[in-house]
């Protein structure tokens, strides 16, 4: 180790200082200032109180916002009377009760034999779904028929004999039924 710092050392005094002048005091620096962040102030509460929740952020759209923002593809007064519950679907199907792997093979039936039939309105029902105890870490909407229906209408086979889907009016089952509108044969 001696011999390290007398090395240290004899570098030390061949080196040119960069500023061969030391700063004056007033020169330097003020020393930056932490900021303490400041606390939020909690609204005032009593024992007993109901907790008000101001807003939910929920970022993914819904089944039904998602239905409504889409286009429409057929006619505008026939699409208007068919929201407004007006025209009466031709077939129905109950989707009430069963699994995503007992429904699919249902649904893809019902449409193929409908389109086949020539028929233009039929209305699957899905329900709306229980609304049990979320105890996940990660949030579920109620009700997997209702979420994926929409999808299976607008994947193959289906998607080519579907012209559009729209979410049923309440005479015809409300949120928990869709309208289905089939191209013609």
Same mark, same amino acid.
């Given at each position: 180790m001696?011999?390290?710092?007398?090395?240290?050392?004899?570098?030390?005094?061949?080196?040119?200082p960069l500023h061969p002048h030391?700063?004056?005091p007033a020169e330097t620096a003020a020393a930056p200032t932490v900021q303490k962040p400041q606390s939020r102030r909690l609204d005032p509460f009593h024992v007993g109180e109901k907790v008000v929740i101001k807003a939910r952020h929920d970022i993914a759209p819904t089944v039904s916002h998602w239905l409504s923002s889409a286009p429409v593809r057929m006619d505008a007064k026939t699409h208007k009377s068919m929201?407004?519950?007006k025209l009466v679907p031709e +077939?129905? &199907?109950d989707l009430h009760g069963m699994?995503?792997?007992e429904a699919h093979p249902e649904l893809n039936h019902?449409?193929?034999?409908?389109?086949?039939?020539?028929k233009r309105l039929v209305l699957v029902i899905t329900g709306k779904?229980?609304?049990?105890?979320?105890? +996940?870490? &990660?949030?579920?909407?109620?009700g997997i028929l209702k979420r994926q229906v929409p999808?299976?209408?607008?994947m193959p086979p289906l998607g080519a004999l579907v012209l559009q889907v729209t979410e049923a009016h309440l005479r015809h089952g409300g949120s928990g039924a869709y309208y289905v509108y089939l191209r013609r044969n």
């Open positions: 001696p011999d390290e710092e007398e090395l240290w050392l004899r570098v030390a005094r061949t080196a040119m030391p700063p004056r929201t407004r519950g +077939g129905r &199907i699994t995503l792997s019902f449409v193929l034999e409908a389109h086949a039939a020539g779904g229980r609304s049990g105890g979320d105890h +996940g870490p &990660i949030p579920q909407r109620p999808h299976w209408l607008a």
